[in-house]
T-cell receptor, first 114, second 114 residues
Framework: NAGVTQTPKFQVLKTGQSMTLQCAQD?????MYWYRQDPGMGLRLIYY???????DKGEVPNGYNVSRLNKREFSLRLESAAPSQTSVYFC?????????????FGSGTRLTVV | AQSVAQPEDQVNVAEGNPLTVKCTYS??????LFWYVQYPNRGLQFLLK??????LVKGSYGFEAEFNKSQTSFHLKKPSALVSDSALYFC????????????FGKGTRLSVIA
C-alpha cells in the first residue's frame, strides 16, 4: 500500500549511543518532515525538507541531524542519544505547493533512551 | 508565527451524545486548518480540513468542523458519539501561502463511554 514507511518501529538505546531512523515514502511527495510526540506536548517539528536537496530546522532540532537522501527517503540521526530524546518519532510527507493537502504520516518509531 | 491551542486535555462524552473538541488558532494571514485523529499505537490520520468557502466542513467518520474567523476557532463536532471515536485528536494550522510546515496543537483525548 502506498504511504510512509518508518523503520524501526521500536528501539532501545543506551545514553551516548547513536542511531538513524529511516523514513521512505512512495507517493512522489516533495516535502518530508520529522516530528516527535511527547505526552502533553503534542507534535513538535524537528526538521523538515521542503524539497530534495534542502533541509530546515523546526522547533526542536538540537541533538538531531537529517539527511534527504533522495526524493523518497528522509532519515533522522541521533549522534549521541540522551534520555530527553525518549519519544515517539513520526515521519510525514506532503506535496510541495499543495498546501491544502495536509500530511501523510508513518506509523511511528518508539524510542527509549536509558 | 502560527500557533494552535486545544484548551481541553480530555473530553468525556456518553455514547450517542453530541461531542465537541475545541481548537483555536493564531496566524498572521489566512489559514488552512486540519483535524487529525490518532488511535493507540498508530500514526495520525487525516479527518477533515478547511481551505476556503463554506465554514462548515464535513470529514471522515461523520465528523464535521466549523470555521469561525471572528473567533479564530475550528471546533470539531459529531452529532452522535460512538465508543470507537475514543482517540487522540489533533488540530493543526498552516498559512495558505509559502511552504511553512503544519503547526499542531497538543492534542485532546476523547473518551466515549458506553
Amino acid at each position: 500500500n502506498a504511504g510512509v514507511t518508518q523503520t524501526p518501529k521500536f528501539q532501545v538505546l543506551k545514553t551516548g549511543q547513536s542511531m538513524t531512523l529511516q523514513c521512505a515514502q512512495d507517493m512522489n511527495h516533495n516535502s518530508m518532515y520529522w516530528y516527535r510526540q511527547d505526552p502533553g506536548m503534542g507534535l513538535r517539528l524537528i526538521y523538515y525538507s521542503a524539497s530534495e536537496g534542502t533541509t530546515d530546522k523546526g522547533e526542536v532540532p538540537n541533538g538531531y541531524n537529517v539527511s534527504r537522501l533522495n526524493k523518497r527517503e528522509f532519515s533522522l540521526r541521533l549522534e549521541s542519544a540522551a534520555p530527553s530524546q525518549t519519544s515517539v518519532y513520526f515521519c510525514a510527507s506532503s506535496e510541495q505547493g499543495a498546501l491544502h493537502y495536509g500530511y501523510t504520516f508513518g506509523s511511528g518509531t518508539r524510542l527509549t533512551v536509558v | 508565527a502560527q500557533s494552535v491551542a486545544q484548551p481541553e486535555d480530555q473530553v468525556n462524552v456518553a455514547e450517542g451524545n453530541p461531542l465537541t473538541v475545541k481548537c483555536t488558532y493564531s496566524v498572521s494571514g489566512n489559514p488552512y486548518l486540519f483535524w487529525y485523529v490518532q488511535y493507540p499505537n498508530r500514526g495520525l490520520q487525516f479527518l477533515l480540513k478547511y481551505i476556503t468557502g463554506d465554514n462548515l466542513v464535513k470529514g471522515s467518520y461523520g465528523f464535521e468542523a466549523e470555521f469561525n474567523k471572528s473567533q479564530t476557532s475550528f471546533h470539531l463536532k459529531k452529532p452522535s458519539a460512538l465508543v470507537s471515536d475514543s482517540a487522540l485528536y489533533f488540530c493543526a494550522v498552516r498559512l495558505n501561502s509559502g511552504n511553512t510546515p503544519l503547526v499542531f496543537g497538543k492534542g485532546t483525548r476523547l473518551s466515549v463511554i458506553a
